[in-house]
């Protein structure tokens, strides 16, 4: 369970406590690749799949594709190649702490919520043997960290995420200009398509508050040869606009109030939010990603239980 005073801001304290939370989880296996290799199982592993182990006199019944001519040449007799299944896997976690994100109406900010189901990711992959990663991005800034398998890493990764969250004090109206951000969601998309190694296991957990036409070609780029999921963290009043009541939002001038019981406002937001959510199912649907979604209301060790279907695949 989240502190009270997690609400806005977790530190690193906070998300290192988060191995509670991740104890009974099992992180999912990449998803079956279509095309089928030798035999009639298909892989669990994107790419190769294979590691070189060692190399030794050729016997009757190897694959003669894995004769390694220069070893042959040398010792002047047949040698062959052996590989054995590669036991770790790199795991990537795009985690998105834009400013949109520092916002909630119930339960945790979004800001918060991304960034504890990066930290439950994060032990989760190092327990599983997994090298761990991430790019962690919040407008302004992005950090990116190489997949390794070491607890040292995975306590970087986790002092980033503290660092590079909004602090309620700190926060100033020009950084909700969305329009003058850099480092955002379709920049976090092409660091990982240069990061990201043949077969990795992609997290991407934003609000996806900032889709541009770009978005869906770059999550499909990277979903063509490693294995992505998609966490959406939203708020209720942002897909439900109460009937009745005044509420205040921020704005480059400070506070705005508005009337939600006014029809013509009402009229104003749903149509925003369909056109959003049209935009957003389309981005996922081309992009060929099946989304799961996390409510600031939710805890997220609860809700990736229930998506940590037994194949792994969440969504």
């Known amino acids: ?40 199982q298909r892989s669990p592993r994107r790419g190769r799949g294979m590691a070189f182990a060692e190399v030794r006199q ?14 042959t040449a040398r010792r002047q ?39 504890q189901l990066a930290g439950i990711l994060s032990w989760l992959a190092l ?6 990663g991430g790019i962690v991005f919040n407008g302004r800034e992005l950090t990116v960290q190489r997949p390794a398998r070491r607890k040292k890493s995975v306590l970087q990764l986790l002092d980033t995420l503290a660092k590079l969250q909004k602090k309620p004090e700190a926060i100033k109206t020009a950084d909700l200009q969305e329009s003058s951000l850099t480092a955002n969601l379709d920049t976090a998309l092409r660091e990982a398509r240069r990061v990201a190694h043949t077969g990795s296991r992609i997290f991407v957990l934003s609000d ?7 978005t869906s070609r770059l999550l499909g780029a990277l979903a063509r040869h490693n294995s992505v999921s998609a966490l959406r963290i939203a708020d209720p009043l942002e897909l439900h606009l109460p009937e009745s009541g005044r509420f205040a939002v921020a704005s480059e001038e ?7 019981g006014n029809p013509q406002f009402q009229k104003a937001w749903h149509e925003k ?7 957003l199912a389309e981005c996922f649907r081309t992009s060929g990603i099946v989304p799961a979604t996390v409510m600031t209301s939710d805890e997220p060790a609860v809700i990736l239980q229930s998506q940590l279907g037994p194949r792994g695949r969440i969504g």
Request: proline fraction near 7%; charge should be negative.
């Open 254 to 260: 400070g506070p705005v109030w508005f009337d939600a």
């Open 58 to 71: 050729y016997q009757p019944g190897d694959d003669i594709r894995s004769i390694d001519w220069r070893v």
């Open 208 to 214: 996806f508050l900032s889709i541009s036409t770009e």
């Open 127 to 132: 327990w599983s043997g997994d090298q761990v």
């Open 77 to 115: 007799s047949p040698h062959t190649k052996l590989y054995e299944e590669e036991r770790e896997r790199p795991v990537l976690l795009l985690c998105d702490l834009s400013p949109s994100l520092f916002f909630a109406s119930i339960g945790a900010y979004k800001q918060v919520r991304s960034a």
């Open 273 to 279: 939010v369909e056109r959003h959510e049209y935009e």
């Open 1 to 40: 369970m989240i502190r009270a005073q997690d609400a806005t801001h977790i530190d690193l304290p906070g998300l290192i406590r988060l191995q509670a939370d991740a104890r009974a989880l099992k992180l999912p296996a990449a998803r079956p690749v279509r095309s089928k290799q030798a035999g009639v």
